[in-house]
């Protein structure tokens, strides 16, 4: 297990600089959605509208697609927090790194997909499954982090956490 550990720790670097560089080539999506479904920490963010942390474009439009699902049914926005979307982050790259859906060991609320093309689908996915429609739709969480990475195949790995 300490082995294991030791190499987890030394490989993260470069796995995340791995999901970076595939992020920095997003797919071309030829809907209305525009959305390029592959995010990374310093490539392409920008400051969310409060000074909150900084989103990508994708990320942003995650984020905005969950509220308004919040709101169709009278609960509050989520916050995204730098710590979600660092841990949101880090499991999207581990995925798309590893060709895996899994859902991560951390101690929160958790949407993953793979595969869809753009954050519409994607959103559109989690509200047709009781358990990631739960999700979105609790009123204890209050926060959020979002994440979304491609393989050189096309193929995106999305990640959405939460936490009261």
């Known amino acids: ?63 905005e697609k969950t509220n308004a699902q919040r709101a169709r049914y009278g609960l509050p926005p989520l916050r995204a927090v730098r ?23 951390q101690p929160v609320g958790e949407n993953i997909a793979m595969g869809q093309p753009t954050t519409d689908q994607a959103v559109h996915d989690w509200m047709n499954s009781p358990g990631h429609r739960a999700n979105i739709l609790s009123s204890s969480y209050t926060q959020t982090g979002v994440a979304a990475y491609r393989t050189p195949d096309g193929t995106i790995y999305w990640c959405q956490q939460f936490s009261p």
């Open 83 to 105: 710590r979600l979307i660092q841990t949101a982050r880090s499991h999207a790259a581990w995925m798309t790194n590893n060709r895996t859906l899994q859902h991560t060991n």
């Open 1 to 63: 297990m300490l082995v294991k550990l030791g190499a987890w720790l030394l490989l993260t670097p470069f796995l995340l600089v791995v999901a970076v560089a595939l992020a920095a080539d997003p797919p071309q999506v030829g809907d209305k959605d525009s959305s390029k479904a592959a995010a990374s920490a310093s490539s392409g963010a920008t400051a969310g509208k409060t000074g909150d942390p900084e989103l990508t474009e994708v990320e942003q439009q995650m984020l």
